[in-house]
């Protein structure tokens, strides 16, 4: 079992939003608190380019065992690859893993219990287990695109006269990703077919994005 968080140093959105404080805690520190409530912290990578990340999350006794190479901390690199680097580092040091949990640690509400259910649902058949919340944008009902004569169609047609009639849509809130290695190293995460849902809820699908996000999220922590 090997548990990957990455955590890059930039972020444009909200400025150091991985160790910024919400509520006295680091951003980041929700994420290593909820996966080492469920996994051994040898199981644990914090893959980060930056050594403020590395020295916030080494003060909760997690240790990071390295700093992302330069061509993975780039605006350009990708979460495959990142989960790739990761992957090879455990294997060269002798330690192969059939399962990967990507905790994206912009999801301050993702608890423990959180995950210990979504991996109830996991089984070596499937591509992944993902967290999803059910989205408000329906594209049967709300979402439009613009046709070729500049018109406005709905997205995706049905004959639906309100939103309750439509079919549920699921949103990935980005959260937990349960995820099988052999798959990962033949295919992108996009490219799965085998992927069965996770539902959470609003408040705890809750991802880090943008200065709206970060005010929401202080708001709910500090009533909770």
């Known amino acids: 079992m090997l548990v990957v968080i990455p955590a890059r140093g930039g972020s444009k959105g909200v400025p150091g939003k991985n160790i910024k404080k919400l509520n006295g ?3 980041i520190n929700y994420t290593v608190r909820a996966a080492r409530e469920v996994f051994q912290d040898r199981d644990i990578i914090v893959s980060t380019d930056s050594p403020a990340i590395k020295s916030v999350v080494e003060k909760t006794g997690l240790e990071v ?4 190479p330069e061509a993975l901390a780039t605006d350009n690199a990708g979460t495959h ?4 680097h990761a992957i090879d580092f455990m294997e060269k040091k002798g330690i192969k893993n059939e399962t990967l949990i990507l905790l994206q640690p912009t999801s301050p509400f993702r608890t423990s ?4 259910e979504a991996f109830k649902l996991y089984d070596k058949e499937l591509d992944m287990v993902v967290s999803v919340k059910e989205t408000q944008s329906n594209p049967y009902y709300v979402l439009k695109e ?5 018109f406005l169609e709905t997205s995706k047609s049905g004959d639906y006269k309100t939103r309750q009639e439509c079919p549920k849509v699921w949103e990935l809130n980005g959260a937990i990703y349960i995820i099988n290695v ?6 992108t995460i996009s490219q799965f077919k085998k992927v069965k849902k996770y539902v959470m809820d609003e408040i ?5 994005d943008t200065p709206m ?7 709910f922590r500090e009533k909770n």
């Open 25 to 27: 805690t680091p951003l």
């Open 65 to 68: 065992p390295f700093l992302r």
């Open 81 to 84: 690859e990142v989960l790739l």
């Open 113 to 116: 219990d959180h995950i210990k």
């Open 146 to 150: 613009e046709n070729e004569e500049g």
């Open 182 to 187: 052999a798959s990962l190293k033949k295919k």
């Open 204 to 208: 705890s699908s809750l991802d880090i």
């Open 213 to 219: 996000d970060w005010e929401i999220a202080k708001i």
